[in-house]
Each structure stands twice: as structure tokens, then as C-alpha cells.
């Protein structure tokens, strides 16, 4: 079975950004990976997990928008990037994604920075000292600069904060999973919560990391909202065994 194209947050403010807005603001991630994140934002605030988001690698906005609309009032975005490619006009176009796709100045906070050469104080000070919900790393693609990354998330994530883990799984960047794997082996209070599975090869598969004293709970919640995008055989981990949500569920032909 091939699962609905229209996969939605939960949040109508995300979820019309989703349908007319996401595709206009040029970036990688998809809307599918969007649509889940920001779901995992609502399920979140259900269960009372407050507090800012930031993303490393905010780009043009196009998935920063999505997670700034999930927030609370109170609550903030912080976007974290070198912004000097593909040019240095870049800040300014995510400025102006912002506005145009009203994500309110009070409401984000822009930090032209190299994450690599930032400390979590530093990245905490930004946010006014409150730990992150969530972080989506999606910065610089090499094996020592995402573990780099994997540490500030760590350091930076409050009380059942989540990592989301871009490019995962990503043909052009095998080494990724060497630094998930020594990560997760240093970590052994950190899981996969879920793999959520690419749309195409540039808008690719994201890793979900949760507190492993929070996994059970998020599974049930995203099981709950996303039975549909279930694929049946799931993950493993050898012996960790975790969701993948896709847009196809189907599994292969045995006759
Ligand atoms: C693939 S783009 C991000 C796409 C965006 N997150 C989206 O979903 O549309 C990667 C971004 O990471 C930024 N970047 C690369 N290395 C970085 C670093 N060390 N610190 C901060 N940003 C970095 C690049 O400037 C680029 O804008």
C-alpha cells in the first residue's frame, strides 16, 4: 500500500505553510520530514515539553519556517548558519523568507555563526538560557563536523528534547552514519526514535534522536498520528528496533 501524499503537523498555521508556501522557499529538506517534525513539535507541547527550537544549516528557511510556525507564544526559533553560500545575499533572502511567510522578528532569532566553533553556553545564550526542544542539524556534511554538531545538540536539548539528524542514509554522504553510530555507542542514553524516510535524493531521509527515557512515550504518540506512513518491517539497530515513517509502505512482492 502506498500511503497518502498529504501527510499534515496537526498545527493548521504549519500545515497551511505546508500546502502553499514550503515549496516556494528553495531548500532541501521535505515537506514529508516537515510535516513530521512539526507533528513531533505538537506532540511535544501535549505533553507539556516547552521551549525553543534551533536549527543548524537555516539556509533559505524553508524548514526553519515550518518549525518557528509550531512555537508557542513565548517560545522561539533560532537559526544558525555560515550564510555564505551559494552567495552572501543569502541571509537576506532568509530574512525575507521569514517575513514573507510571517515568522515575526520577535519570534526568530538569526545567528551568522560556524556551529563547529560555537559552544553550548554560546548557543544557549542566543535562546536566553532555555533548553532546546528540538534541533535540526543540517550543516556542514563531513564525518568530524557532524560529530562536532551531535555534541552541542546533546549539550543544548533539554528534558525530552529530540535531534533530527539530516541526510541520513544519503548515498553522496556515507560517513554520516559513522559518526551516528560512534555517537550513539558514546551516548547510551540517547535512541533513535525514528527514521523518517527521503522523498527523493536531495530531499532526504532524517533521523530522529530522542532521550531513551522518552522513546516509548514519542513512539506511541507518533504511532497514534502517523499509522498510515508506518512501514511494517521498521528499523533495527541490532538490537534497537524503531519506526520508519515513509510515503511508500509498501513491501516487496513475494510472488
Ligand atoms: C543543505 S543546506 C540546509 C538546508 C535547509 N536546512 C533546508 O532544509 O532547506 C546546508 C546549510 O548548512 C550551512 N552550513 C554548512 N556548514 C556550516 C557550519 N559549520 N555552521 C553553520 N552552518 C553551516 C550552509 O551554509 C548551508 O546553508
Redesign the pocket.
Given at each position: 500500500m502506498t500511503a497518502p501524499a498529504t501527510v499534515c503537523s496537526g498545527i493548521p498555521v504549519v500545515d497551511a505553510y505546508l500546502d502553499d508556501g514550503y515549496d516556494k522557499v528553495i531548500?532541501?529538506?521535505s515537506r514529508f520530514a516537515a510535516a513530521i517534525c512539526c507533528g513531533l513539535l505538537r506532540i511535544q507541547s501535549e505533553l507539556g515539553v516547552k521551549g525553543p527550537v534551533a536549527?543548524?544549516?537555516?539556509?533559505e528557511g524553508?524548514?526553519f519556517i515550518a518549525l518557528a510556525k509550531s512555537l508557542h507564544d513565548g517560545e522561539r526559533a533560532l537559526g544558525?548558519?555560515?550564510?555564505?553560500?551559494p552567495n552572501a545575499q543569502v541571509i537576506d533572502r532568509f530574512e525575507a523568507n521569514c517575513e514573507r511567510h510571517h515568522v515575526p522578528a520577535e519570534k526568530r532569532i538569526t545567528w551568522k555563526?560556524?556551529?563547529?566553533k560555537m559552544t553550548a553556553v554560546e548557543l544557549l545564550a542566543k535562546v536566553g538560557g532555555q533548553k532546546v526542544r528540538l534541533i535540526?542539524v543540517?550543516?556542514?556534511h563531513s564525518q568530524i563536523?557532524l560529530t562536532k554538531d551531535l555534541e552541542l545538540a546533546t549539550a543544548v536539548i533539554g528534558e525530552g528534547g529530540v535531534i533530527v539528524l539530516?541526510d541520513m542514509l544519503h548515498p553522496g554522504y556515507p560517513t554520516l552514519m559513522v559518526a551516528v553510530h560512534a555517537y550513539l555507542e558514546r551516548h547510551s542514553d540517547m535512541t533513535v526514535l525514528c527514521i523518517i524516510d527521503r522523498e527523493s535524493i536531495f530531499a532526504a531521509t532524517k533521523f530522529v534522536l530522542c532521550q531513551k527515557t522518552w522513546f516509548k512515550k514519542y513512539e506511541a504518540a507518533l504511532l497514534d498520528a502517523y499509522r498510515d506512513n508506518v512501514w511494517p518491517m521498521g528499523a533495527t539497530f541490532e538490537p534497537h528496533w524503531c519506526l520508519v515513517l515513509s510515503l511508500d509502505t509498501r513491501l516487496p512482492p513475494l510472488e
Open positions: 531548500g532541501m529538506s536549527e543548524v544549516g537555516a539556509f524553508r524548514f544558525i548558519d555560515v550564510f555564505e553560500w555563526a560556524d556551529s563547529n535540526h543540517d550543516g556542514e563536523a539530516d
